[in-house]
């Protein structure tokens, strides 16, 4: 008799509750859910639910160029669309194990081309009005956002690591990302070794702006053959968790909220202002706690070892 197969839970396929948010663990991740067990049944890939959740969003941001309210409306209702399957191609890799390097390349550039979109739709709207100037606001806006969306993630994937541990965290390092590139042909692997010189910059603009968590990280790897002590790994989750609730803010939710508020207003350019005062506030704050804390731990992790 065949042994019955269990239906993957909810729970199972959310990365951690100290990094989910109150939006997402009650409406985004029960959707996503639902469609990751659709796609499952009918053997759809979580990197083709990525791509449609890309041209999705990148719809809703071509909505928000038009002043119409109807219009406006459609295009939050399929950026949420295109956010629930961006939270079920995560999910859909859990339960199945489909995870790889291109569908984290694939959805590191999923949101970033959805706001290109919406960006790019706001300042053509406003453009009669503004003339360059709103061109120049939304350039040095989306700069900050990249900036945003890029540490928020790395914060995350930092304490998955130290929480999880590898297998359940996505930190890339990049000195590996370079070796790995290195053993790749442009022959052979176009797309992937294209996609990959995107995410080793990535990569490379969160080390830089990371610089006191990267000693500490050397550290732990020279001193400590890179197994982090359990100490030390509960020590660092206790001062990561906080944080967690800006890595979540500065990611979709609260940025979003405020974006539907500007254009349900008629002044879209409102966002941009959010975007450069309250986010970038949330950014240089969580940078600076993450790298306090982390300077912190570097004398301690060097004084235990010296007295091992």
């Not at 009918?42 to 959740?53: D, K, Q, R, Y």
């Not at 939050?76 to 390097?101: C, E, H, K």
């Not at 070796?179 to 294209?194: A, G, P, R, V």
């Not at 995107?198 to 500490?216: A, K």
Request: charged fraction near 20%; glycine fraction near 6%; charge should be positive.
């Amino acid at each position: 008799m065949k042994e019955k197969k269990e239906k993957p839970t909810l729970e199972s396929t959310l990365k951690s509750m100290d990094t989910e948010e109150f939006i997402d663990i009650h409406f985004y991740r029960p959707i996503g859910y639902r469609w990751a067990l659709l796609f499952h049944k009918l053997g759809i890939t979580p990197n083709a639910v990525t791509i449609a959740a890309i041209f999705i969003g990148i719809a809703s941001g071509i909505c928000f160029y038009f002043q119409d309210l109807r219009i406006t409306i459609l295009g939050m209702v399929l950026l949420i669309w295109a956010n629930s399957y961006d939270s079920a191609d995560g999910q859909l890799a859990r339960m199945t194990g489909q995870s790889s390097p291109m569908g984290r390349i694939l959805d590191g550039a999923c949101g970033d081309l959805w706001f290109i979109s919406i960006y790019a739709a706001i300042c053509i709207r406003l453009t009669p009005q503004w003339g360059i100037w709103i061109w120049v606001l939304g350039a040095i806006t989306g700069f900050c956002h990249s900036k945003q969306a890029a540490m928020a993630d790395y914060y995350r994937n930092v304490h998955l690591l130290f929480l999880k541990g590898e297998s359940g965290s996505e930190l890339s390092w990049s000195p590996n990302l370079k070796e790995n590139y290195k053993k790749l042909s442009w022959k052979k692997d176009f797309i992937y070794k294209f996609f990959e010189t995107f995410y080793i910059n990535y990569t490379v603009g969160q080390e830089q702006l990371s610089p006191r968590f990267q000693h500490m990280m050397a550290v732990l790897r020279e001193k400590y053959n890179g197994e982090a002590p359990e100490w030390f790994r509960k020590a660092f989750r206790a001062k990561s968790l906080p944080l967690m609730k800006y890595t979540n803010m500065l990611s979709f939710n609260t940025r979003v909220i405020a974006l539907f508020i500007s254009l349900l207003i008629t002044i879209p350019w409102l966002y941009f202002v959010f975007e450069l005062t309250v986010l970038n506030s949330m950014l240089l704050y969580m940078i600076r706690t993450h790298e306090k804390f982390s300077k912190e731990f570097i004398k301690e992790l060097e004084e235990r070892n010296e007295n091992i």
